[in-house]
């Protein structure tokens, strides 16, 4: 229980249910801030213990000052009330508990204490593969070839369900983790058993995929994290953050007919990116709050990395608690969720305006059609400047220029937007030579390139669409747009309109329960007569898990290097993401996907020009088919009810056949299979003592690398394809495994072994030690020749020689991962010496043992003149009762030898417990050894 040093402590009164509750309204200052910055302060009065949460954290964050920089803002620790995964990020974190199991077991404790300390939901949904589409049977076969593709690492998964408390795992096959927890696993206010009585408080947690923010729309605080912050949350450890900015978000007016929340999500997208608002949270208030559905504010939610924002939230109103009873909440939480915001001051007032550290505006009216691209999710493009922008783009304009063309012609067009142009661009054959978006000349319009399609000639050119996916969190937990879709599919099937033989058509919902509301519509025969059959649940194109071409279109492109696009109704379109063959990618609503299935290419004008012909030879146009707000608020009204969400996830954990036919032990520990390659016990654990060995100096160590300033994350982590002649192909080809089978590195994150040989050996790494190579190369000191950082690493264990990294600024920027710490350790690194760190890879290193220490007085490696190959001695943390703040590090080079200090950045008392105890693992499991 909490400290309580501010008398917050209440009840609330629910029904025949008495909560007790930690009262905002007794801190002064509270009623100003921010919705967002409120949980946070609720989180703080409930979890104060003197120690990791002090009353101090609670009074900065009462006093919060909406200017504070992240040099000048105050630093707390937040308790998420659970933990989402998904199984690509969430393999190595249940492997490293079933590791712990392990270790509990050699040192004579019980394995079965070795559980999460908070509920944890693993929801498996980014394998699944588009291999098989257009047919009624493809959903069973891309299932199948999933599940084969991945058994090892789900034996795993479906072992850590039935062995771990507090651990649900979805199974494949089943939905989006992002919409699962959306319409399933969120409660909005969050209840647990308490001292006398249970305790409610908001709803919080963490999740391991960037899009986790997308809970935001149900007023749920929650972001995304790397894996060992997921991994120390679900341990019970607070997670250490700067307060944040916060942008109020004001919304205005109302919707316009026609337009989508896929609409509003891109006008937003282009919105706060010009606004600037990384690594700040964004609440939304004001009038037009309540005009905006919920599905639509999960929409808005979903996108907060496009925008840069950790979230993107909602206050709790009405429509949170319509949602919730459209999901089959129970009657009681919606009551609580109700009682408990108007209690907390979290309830949405319009006409209450917190304090912010900047204010935006938009009228919701202002909103207009349009997609996103083509490699960008900020990109926006007015769909009526859509053709004339891909024009641009063909011809090498950047994306601003090519829409400002396309908005200064529409603008000098004697013809309004209503009016279809009866000639189209792409029989308008006297256009001027252009150039594609990499710059080769080309003639363009060109002759189509002919490809025979199911035994029928067909042509492809430069702008056509090759794949029109609905598909993605982002908008397939939106019943509107999804219904829109089938809606526009249906009138469109009735006008006798088809899909271009040469698109790859693939539908994949973030839940069953959208199959369910379009069959009790009616419209699933008219999506798959567009081709638009089942592939999978999951994230499929949005990812990268396109699957191939239709054959004959890949063949074309590739031999003809052709431009060509995807749409998808996704997040996220950056360059190489979607599919290697498709340079453009744009982002749009579900029913646009279709629109343009139906016209083959980004060169049709979908407000002007027909999509094609009906039986009598009249043109049909996209507003001839476009369903009416009113159309599809029936269709939902029709369709969409409770009894499908608690039916639908009544056996949500149960799985398939697949899933359910796995031979499992009732062990309380995994059994390992030796010859796996993609599941390795780790060994984080190996020879561990039951007490830690008291903190040593750092003597005698080399540089494994020397590195110059902003070294991402992105350069340290493993990631992407495996070759074969790295060393972790070399591993492979080793174990048997084919090249053909290599798989990804994210992929195989189960397995250290692999791992390790790809930290450092991103291609584009510049390591000081090897002037003029690229790539995860140095040198094994003295002297040595260039040779993998993994050889090197090998070479210096065997010597027993401890290793430190040498960096400039910004060490460790970018996206948090797991690995780019992780690695790090294995590969021997005892400390990294960096004149300035990034705060979540700095509390990552320490995660996993490894010392952060900094240059002072403004100095730096190359300011100091170091070469990176004379040998250092980190003096002055032996025996320490307490963690210095400063270090003498000791340089040698032959007879030279220079006495320099650096700063130990190990900022927090939790921080010194895991550095102590040679990692946050080893230190939990040491806490359990003791209960």
């Known amino acids: 229980m909490s400290a309580d040093s501010f008398g917050a402590l209440d009840q609330l009164g629910v029904g025949d249910i008495t909560y007790d509750i930690f009262r905002l309204d007794r801190i002064d200052g509270s009623a100003r801030l921010p919705y967002s910055l409120k949980v946070l302060l609720e989180n703080l009065l409930r979890n104060e213990d003197g120690r990791l949460v002090t009353a101090e954290q609670v009074r900065a964050l009462?006093?919060?000052?909406?200017?504070a920089t992240a040099e000048t803002s105050s630093e707390i620790q937040f308790t998420p009330a659970r933990v989402l995964m998904q199984d690509f990020t969430g393999v190595p974190c249940v492997v490293d508990l079933v590791a712990m199991r392990d270790a509990m077991t050699a040192a004579g404790g019980d394995p079965a204490k070795i559980n999460p300390l908070i509920p944890t939901d693993l929801v498996i949904d980014h394998s699944v593969i588009a291999d098989v589409f257009g047919r009624s049977d493809a959903f069973r076969i891309n299932a199948d070839l999933e599940f084969e593709r991945n058994h090892e690492r789900y034996e795993l998964l479906r072992w850590g369900q039935q062995a771990f408390n507090d651990f649900q795992v979805v199974p494949p096959d089943t939905g989006i983790c992002h919409q699962v927890n959306l319409e399933y696993l969120a409660r909005v206010v969050f209840t647990k058993d308490g001292a006398q009585r249970p305790v409610a408080y908001p709803d919080t947690l963490v999740g391991t995929d960037s899009h986790t923010p997308m809970i935001n729309g149900l007023g749920v605080l929650g972001w995304g994290v790397g894996g060992i912050e997921a991994e120390a949350a679900m341990l019970g450890q607070p997670m250490s953050m700067l307060i944040p900015q916060v942008v109020g978000l004001k919304l205005t007016g109302e919707q316009t007919e026609g337009t989508t929340a896929t609409d509003l999500v891109l006008t937003v997208a282009e919105l706060l990116r010009r606004t600037g608002v990384v690594g700040k949270f964004v609440d939304f208030f004001g009038p037009g709050v309540a005009n905006v559905p919920l599905a639509t504010r999960a929409t808005l939610g979903n996108m907060s990395p496009e925008y840069g924002s950790t979230v993107t939230i909602f206050p709790v109103d009405a429509e949170t608690l319509n949602y919730l009873r459209l999901t089959g909440?129970?009657?009681?939480?919606?009551?609580?969720?109700?009682?408990y915001a108007k209690e907390q001051g979290l309830w949405h007032d319009p006409g209450h305006v917190p304090d912010y550290s900047q204010v935006v505006e938009l009228d919701l009216s202002t909103v207009e059609p349009s997609?996103?691209?083509?490699t960008r999710p900020q990109d926006r493009i007015p769909l009526k400047v859509a053709q004339r922008t891909v024009r641009g783009l063909l011809a090498g304009q950047t994306h601003a220029e090519a829409v400002q063309g396309g908005l200064d012609e529409?603008?000098?067009d004697s013809f309004p937007a209503s009016d279809p142009i009866a000639v189209s661009s792409r029989i308008a054959r006297d256009e001027p030579p252009r150039t594609t978006m990499t710059d080769r000349p080309v003639t363009w319009p060109s002759d189509p390139t002919q490809i025979l399609l199911d035994g029928t000639e067909?042509?492809?050119?430069?702008?056509?669409?090759?794949i029109a996916a609905i598909t993605s969190c982002t908008n397939t937990s939106n019943p509107s747009v999804m219904l829109g879709a089938g809606l526009l599919a249906k009138k469109a099937v009735e006008r006798g309109l088809q899909s271009k033989p040469w698109v790859k058509t693939t539908l994949a919902p973030g839940s069953r329960v959208v199959t369910d509301y379009y069959e009790r519509a009616g419209l699933t025969p008219y999506l798959e007569q567009l081709g638009f059959h089942l592939v999978g649940y999951g994230c499929t194109t949005c990812i990268g898990n396109s699957g191939p071409l239709i054959p004959a279109v890949s063949q074309a492109v590739t031999g003809h290097?052709?431009?060509?696009?995807?749409?998808l109704s996704g997040n996220r379109n950056f360059e190489g993401r979607?599919?290697?063959?498709t340079k453009m990618n744009f982002l749009t609503s579900p029913p646009l996907v279709i629109a343009y299935a139906l016209a083959g290419t980004m060169h049709t004008d979908l407000l002007r020009e027909p999509l094609g012909q009906d039986e009598h030879g009249e043109d049909v146009y996209l507003r001839d088919i476009w369903p009416t707000s009113a159309e599809i608020k029936a269709a939902v009204d029709a369709s969409v009810e409770a009894r499908m969400f608690t039916d639908g996830y009544a056996d949500v954990l149960t799985g398939d056949e697949n899933w359910q036919g796995m031979a499992l032990t009732d062990s309380k520990t995994f059994d390992w299979d030796e010859g796996s390659?993609?599941?390795?016990?780790p060994p984080y654990f190996e020879a561990m003592p039951t007490k830690a060995r008291p903190v040593r100096d750092i003597t005698g160590a080399r540089v494994l690398a020397y590195l110059g300033d902003s070294v991402t994350t992105d350069h340290i982590s493993p990631a992407g394809a495996i070759r074969p002649d790295s060393p972790a192909g070399q591993y492979l080809l080793e174990h048997g495994v084919a090249a053909k089978d290599f798989n990804s590195y994210g992929s195989r994150r189960g397995n250290h072994d692999v791992m390790i040989r790809g930290t450092f050996a991103n291609v584009r790494l510049r390591n000081k030690l090897v002037p003029g190579i690229e790539g995860g190369y140095t040198r094994h000191l003295p002297g040595g020749e260039p040779e993998s950082i993994f050889d090197a690493a090998q070479a210096y264990a065997g010597d027993d020689i401890p290793l430190i990294v040498l960096a400039g600024a910004d060490y460790g920027s970018g996206s948090s991962r797991d690995w780019a710490a992780k690695g790090t350790m294995l590969l021997g690194v005892r400390a990294v010496l960096a004149t300035s760190f990034e705060r979540i890879h700095r509390s990552n290193l320490i995660g996993m043992g490894v010392l952060p220490l900094q240059f002072t007085g403004g100095d730096s490696a190359e300011g100091l003149g170091l070469t990176g190959e004379e040998t250092y001695s980190i003096t002055g943390l032996d025996d320490a009762e307490e963690l210095p703040e400063q270090v003498s590090v000791r340089v040698a080079a032959g007879d030279q030898v220079r006495e320099l200090t650096a700063r130990v950045r190990i900022d927090t008392p939790a921080e010194a417990a895991y550095y102590r105890h040679g990692g946050i693992l080893p230190y939990v499991l040491r806490q359990m050894l003791t209960k």
């Not at 290097?561 to 749409?567: E, F, G, K, Q």
């Open 62 to 67: 009462a006093a919060w000052d909406p200017a």
């Open 371 to 374: 997609l996103a691209g083509p």
């Open 329 to 339: 909440r129970s009657a009681h939480q919606i009551e609580l969720v109700e009682a």
């Open 561 to 567: 290097d052709l431009t060509v696009a995807s749409v």
């Open 458 to 466: 067909g042509q492809i050119d430069h702008g056509d669409v090759v």
């Open 578 to 581: 979607i599919h290697a063959e």
């Open 410 to 412: 529409a603008s000098a």
């Open 677 to 681: 390659t993609y599941v390795r016990r």
